[in-house]
């Protein structure tokens, strides 16, 4: 069946009943669960090459099983692998346990805002994998303003009383020429820059007809200009190198949110920044691929947050269990793997992709494609207003829903 299940595993999917009570544990015990066992699950692949490792199953797997015995399954069938493939497979991933904490060893790597939240985990998480890691973080606010030079102490201290290599910057990546100083220090401490992660960024929430320049200006510096500070100076070196990994932490805010205009366009713009990039680096072997997290951190999981989420429930604008479950908001430390990946040898050939990651789940953004077309060859290819507005809602727009349609004027409370 599967050589990472454990008999209570196995006895749970009895209790289940995906198979008739006692079989599992007779099974075990006969030692016929390993591969090709002939338990009632996919003898010809599909869950085996999806088993995780070390044997975390859950709801997923329970989830997997009921797909393969219901036979709703379809496309997993199609990526399934041969019997001989699988063992190779999961020889594999045995040996990539063993290499765990090597993956990145004698690497380079820059990690901004890398003082505190997901930066600081990431910091963590690349050291610990044996990359040398420049921890940029001035120490500001949430807001932008101020500083606190002891956060980026404070992670070096971290990384190096665990046996990792790592040095302080407190440069702001606003700043195109200290983004320059910050690739030099990756450079002159650990010999080359071979990843970049950016990870600062600040919130200035408002609705777009209270925002003002400065709260707009501020957010853009810091995540999308600060995002082509440092990736510009480290793309010089890299080029030389002809090699690297850039992953550039975005927002799923990117499509579009409420109050968060500025955040938002700078999300959505170093999306369009790394798949530039990508597509300039990828000749001189260097990927550049975007990270959309979600974990609870200061910029999240704030109490004025906190208060306003209480709010709405309160007032029925919100059910008790999307609260519930924004309440229980996983923390920093489930984003790492995601970026260790890409920046890791397994990641080489994956470049200008945006992906999602928190606890239990990853996802990949789709490409963003033109998804229908209409033409015109007559009258020199010229769409007249009347031709657009008879047949764009016809075709183009063909079961679109408005995100935000108009709604009445409220009336006014006296
Ligand atoms: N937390 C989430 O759920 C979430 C969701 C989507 C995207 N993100 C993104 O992930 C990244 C990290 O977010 P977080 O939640 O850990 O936030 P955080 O506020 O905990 O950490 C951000 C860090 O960036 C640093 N920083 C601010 N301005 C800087 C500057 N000019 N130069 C260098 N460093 C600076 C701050 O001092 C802070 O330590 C951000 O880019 C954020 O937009 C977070």
Redesign the pocket.
């Known amino acids: 069946m599967h050589d990472c299940f454990t008999i209570a595993e196995l006895t749970e999917y009895e209790a289940l009943g995906f198979c008739e009570r006692g079989r599992a544990v007779r099974e075990v015990e006969a030692g016929t669960f390993i591969l090709e066992g002939d338990l009632p699950v996919n003898t010809d692949g599909g869950l085996k090459a999806f088993g995780h490792p070390l044997g975390a199953t859950g709801l997923r797997m329970c989830n997997e099983l009921y797909l393969q015995l219901s036979a709703k399954f379809g496309w997993r069938m199609k990526r399934a692998r041969k019997p001989h493939q699988e063992k190779q497979k999961l020889f594999l991933l045995q040996e990539e346990v063993v290499r765990m904490g090597e993956r990145l060893k004698g690497k380079g790597a820059v990690v901004?805002?890398a003082?505190?939240?997901?930066?600081r985990e990431i910091a963590l998480a690349l050291a610990a994998e044996g990359a040398g890691v420049v921890v940029?973080?001035?120490?500001?606010a949430?807001d932008?303003s101020g500083t606190d030079l002891a956060?980026a102490d404070q992670v070096v201290s971290e990384i190096k009383n665990g046996g990792g290599r790592a040095v302080a910057s407190f440069h702001?990546?606003?700043d195109f020429k200290a983004a320059e100083d910050i690739i030099k220090s990756c450079v002159d401490s650990f010999g080359s820059v071979d990843i970049v992660v950016n990870?600062?960024?600040?919130l200035r929430e408002r609705m777009i007809w209270n925002m003002t320049e400065d709260d707009w200006d501020s957010v853009i510096a810091?995540?999308l200009k600060?995002t082509f500070n440092v990736c510009r100076h480290a793309c010089v070196k890299m080029r030389e190198q002809r090699s690297g990994r850039i992953i550039n932490?975005?927002?799923?805010a990117w499509r579009g949110t409420v109050g968060q205009s500025n955040y938002g366009s700078a999300k959505g713009g170093i999306v369009s920044l790394t798949r530039a990039i990508a597509r300039e680096m990828g000749r001189y072997g260097v990927t550049a691929n975007c990270v959309?997290?979600?974990?609870a951190?200061?910029?999240?999981m704030t109490e004025e947050v906190k208060a306003g989420m209480k709010k709405r429930l309160e007032s029925g604008l919100i059910t008790r269990e999307f609260y519930d479950s924004f309440m229980a908001m996983p923390g920093?430390e489930y984003v790492p793997p995601m970026v260790v990946y890409l920046a890791s040898e397994a990641a080489a050939n994956i470049n200008g992709r945006v992906f999602h990651i928190e606890k239990g789940r990853a996802a990949i953004y789709s490409e963003p494609v033109e998804t229908l077309a209409i033409y015109k060859i007559n009258d020199d290819g010229m769409f007249t207003v009347e031709e657009l507005a008879e047949f764009v809602p016809k075709t183009l727009l063909t079961g679109y829903v408005n995100p935000a349609p108009a709604e009445p004027p409220k009336e006014k409370k006296n």
């Open positions: 901004t805002g003082g505190r939240g997901i930066g940029v973080d001035p120490g500001a949430r932008g956060l702001s990546v606003t990870c600062a960024g600040i810091v995540h600060g932490l975005t927002s799923d959309a997290p979600i974990a951190t200061r910029m999240t920093p």
